[in-house]
């Protein structure tokens, strides 16, 4: 957590997006025949896939394992998810009267996130947990498309023809970010991370009207916890400024744009997650080892610098290649430090 605060470490830390899941073996014996959500639901399923990849790697935090889904669901969305299709809404939000279905999230809605945050904190010790929840627009994507969008039309459309209905559902999501978020903080999280996965689909400047003032409240509710909060989209290159306007601790850089192009486009006051290209790990070893030396190397011009890569781990990547980096980073970078 102190590269989080821009403070001094002994080592650049290391954590990977989806670090729990596909790409684990044992992940895939723990869940076979259980559906995803359901997966998310269950304290002890949570709990183990958590830990997993906390026994594999040397990564220095854990990732609490659920889905952006998870709260929707919880205040009665029907929603489902499909494996190799992603998210399924049965009743798309097109309209006001849609969006009834969004009441508040209450500690009571999860009572299986609070009881499995706490189980987490007392058998991981002093490795942090990293609470996790979806940003307002991917999670406002998936209600008006109706599950995954390539381009986002009925999305934007809403975004630009019906400003008032867009900020309204945006304000519902943004409350709902903010209850889940707090759940996991009271039971225990030592820090969130917010997923704003589409939101590189958005121009800067519709992302500073129409998304931005949702974002900043958000990390302006979590703020009084004191844990660090972490902010990360996919294609954000283009609005990685107006990302750290948003109020996190951390903005999360994508593999498309070098860590010491990002210190440049985000305000000081920020520490940077990422950015290795997944791909780059069905490359050989050197050009991997390369490749992360290079992402250490432009890190450093950042106030605080934690290693991951640059979007989620892909389901079919090497757990041994994953260790095998985590290893190099810790060792890459206490060698820097000296």
């Given at each position: 957590m102190l590269a989080c605060r821009?403070?001094?470490?002994?080592?650049?830390?290391?954590?990977?997006m989806r670090q729990a899941g596909r790409s684990l073996p044992e992940y895939l014996r723990i869940r076979e025949g259980v559906p995803m959500l359901d997966s998310c639901a269950r304290p002890d399923m949570i709990v183990e896939i958590t830990m997993q990849p906390v026994r594999r790697y040397a990564v220095d935090a854990a990732i609490f394992y659920s889905d952006i889904m998870v709260p929707l669901r919880a205040v009665g969305v029907d929603l489902d998810i499909k494996p190799g299709v992603g998210p399924v809404i049965a009743d798309p939000i097109r309209d006001?009267?849609?969006?009834?279905?969004?009441?508040?999230?209450t500690p009571d809605d999860v009572p299986y996130v609070t009881e499995a945050v706490e189980g987490l904190v007392g058998e991981l010790g002093s490795t942090p947990l990293i609470g996790f929840a979806g940003g307002p627009f991917t999670l406002a994507s998936y209600l008006i498309e109706g599950g995954p969008s390539k381009n986002q039309e009925r999305t934007k459309a809403?975004?630009?023809?019906?400003?008032?209905?867009?900020?309204?559902?945006?304000e519902r999501l943004a409350d709902l970010t903010i209850a889940f978020l707090?759940?996991?903080?009271?039971?225990?999280?030592?820090?969130?991370?917010?997923?704003?996965?589409?939101?590189?689909?958005?121009?800067?400047?519709?992302?500073?009207?129409?998304?931005?003032p949702h974002a900043r409240r958000i990390f302006e509710k979590i703020e009084p916890l004191?844990?660090?909060?972490?902010?990360?989209?996919?294609?954000?290159?283009?609005?990685?400024?107006?990302m750290g306007e948003a109020g996190a601790d951390v903005v999360g850089v994508d593999w498309r744009v070098p860590l010491d192009e990002a210190v440049s486009r985000v305000e000081p006051g920020k520490a940077l997650q990422g950015n290795l290209d997944p791909a780059v790990l069905f490359a050989p070893w050197e050009v991997v080892?390369?490749?992360?030396r290079d992402v250490l190397a432009r890190g450093r011009t950042a106030e605080g610098h934690i290693f991951n890569?640059?979007?989620?781990?892909?389901?079919s990547m090497d757990p041994d290649v994953l260790a095998r980096l985590a290893d190099l980073v810790h060792e890459?970078?206490?060698?820097d430090a000296h």
């Open positions: 821009r403070r001094p470490v002994p080592h650049t830390p290391v954590w990977f006001a009267a849609g969006m009834d279905v969004l009441r508040p999230l809403m975004m630009y023809g019906e400003p008032e209905l867009w900020a309204r559902l945006m707090k759940v996991q903080i009271a039971a225990g999280a030592s820090a969130v991370q917010v997923f704003d996965s589409w939101v590189g689909a958005v121009a800067a400047q519709d992302y500073r009207e129409s998304v931005l004191g844990v660090p909060r972490i902010h990360f989209g996919v294609g954000t290159g283009e609005l990685l400024g107006l080892e390369r490749r992360a890569l640059g979007h989620g781990v892909l389901p890459a970078s206490a060698e």
